[in-house]
């Protein structure tokens, strides 16, 4: 019996040995012939290939790789570029507008010079009369020649520069008291003061600037205070509308809340801590319609309504010497007509100087 069963273990072995070596070679498409020995099972090397491709995770994590920190660091100085661009592009601003206001001042300065030593400069007085040079071209006594009358035109275009400039500054600095007055009250206290006082000037500001002086000094007459009065009148109501909407900005800031809070009256705070705060923009302004008056005064005075004849006056001059530079006498209105556009030109440099200085600033 145990040879038997010694038999029949055997048997079963054998039997799932061939089992195992069967389908080992089925799976290699070969099929054992009988009595041919078992072929070794092939190395299973795609597994331990497949265990190193799996060991290969670490190349698609790379953290370091997909974080970049350097490439997120690098934003800000990209960002930065633009700053730079602004803060060259405002001392270009500034560099401008200091060359503008010192070119605007150098004229300026020549003019207030020929102002101030008229008399020095000229040999002959502005209604001085030479009745043996009447028409005469310039050179001689006469460096710019005499005009109909036989007076002087170099000493007429010196003594007409202090006329016409103190009329243009005392006329804006009119408009800028009177405007800044009016646009402080309505612009602080509000409700019908400010609807009544903006109405008023959106009637005075209805009719083009010229237009309306040459009406009011036609009313009026002519002669230097009411030119001066005139010229004020239609522009007050620029630095008018200018104060009001500094003002109704500023009104409510926490300085003027504190003073007011603080029991400051009414016109304390105003003149302590709005009015000063409100006449910047003022302060740009006011040369470039310096250089506008002298053109008002001189279209009115071209128009026979400013400065009587006989008075040295650009716009006059101007007007009288019309007809010469027709008949080829053209020293009798060029000088003077380029003496106004040379002051303009300075106010309007300075003015427009400042400007860009503030514009610079708020940048």
Request: glycine content about 10%.
């Amino acid at each position: 019996m145990p040879d038997a069963e010694r038999a029949s273990e055997a048997g079963a072995e054998r039997a799932s040995e061939a089992g195992a070596g069967g389908a080992s070679e089925a799976d290699t498409g070969r099929v054992r012939k009988p009595g041919e020995a078992r072929a070794p099972e092939p190395a299973r090397a795609p597994e331990p290939a497949r265990a190193q491709d799996g060991a290969r995770a670490p190349k698609t994590v790379r953290a370091p790789k997909t974080a970049r920190a350097p490439e997120t660091a690098r934003a800000p100085e990209t960002a930065r570029a633009p700053k730079t661009v602004r803060v060259r592009e405002a001392g270009g601003d500034r560099r401008f507008a200091s060359s503008l206001i010192t070119a605007g001042s150098a004229v300026l300065v020549l003019v207030a010079v020929a102002v101030v030593f008229a008399p020095l400069l000229s040999a002959w007085g502005p209604e001085e009369i030479d009745p043996l040079a009447s028409l005469a071209p310039p050179g001689g006594a006469h460096p710019l020649g005499t005009d109909l009358n036989g007076m002087d035109v170099w000493s007429r275009v010196l003594h007409a520069a202090r006329l016409d400039v103190g009329i243009a500054v005392a006329a804006v600095a009119l408009a800028v008291v009177a405007g800044s007055l009016v646009g402080l009250v309505a612009g602080y206290r509000g409700g019908w003061p400010d609807d009544v006082l903006m109405r008023v000037l959106d009637v005075f500001q209805a009719f083009p600037t010229f237009i309306l002086a040459l009406a009011v000094a036609a009313l009026l007459g002519g002669g230097t205070a009411n030119l001066v009065a005139v010229i004020a009148l239609v522009n007050a109501p620029a630095y008018a509308r200018l104060v009001r909407a500094e003002v109704r900005s500023i009104r409510e800031l926490p300085f003027v809340e504190a003073s007011r809070v603080s029991g400051s009256s009414f016109w304390g705070v105003l003149w302590r801590h709005v009015l000063p705060n409100s006449l910047t923009p003022v302060r740009v302004i006011a040369p470039l319609n310096c250089g506008w008056a002298m053109l008002t005064l001189a279209g009115l005075s071209f128009l026979g309504l400013g400065v009587p004849v006989p008075t040295a006056e650009w716009g006059a001059m101007i007007s009288l010497g019309t007809g010469d530079v027709v008949a080829g006498r053209w020293w009798t209105s060029v000088p003077p007509g380029l003496f106004l556009l040379i002051c303009v030109l300075g106010f309007s440099l300075l003015g427009e100087g400042l400007q860009e200085r503030a514009d610079s600033t708020r940048r």
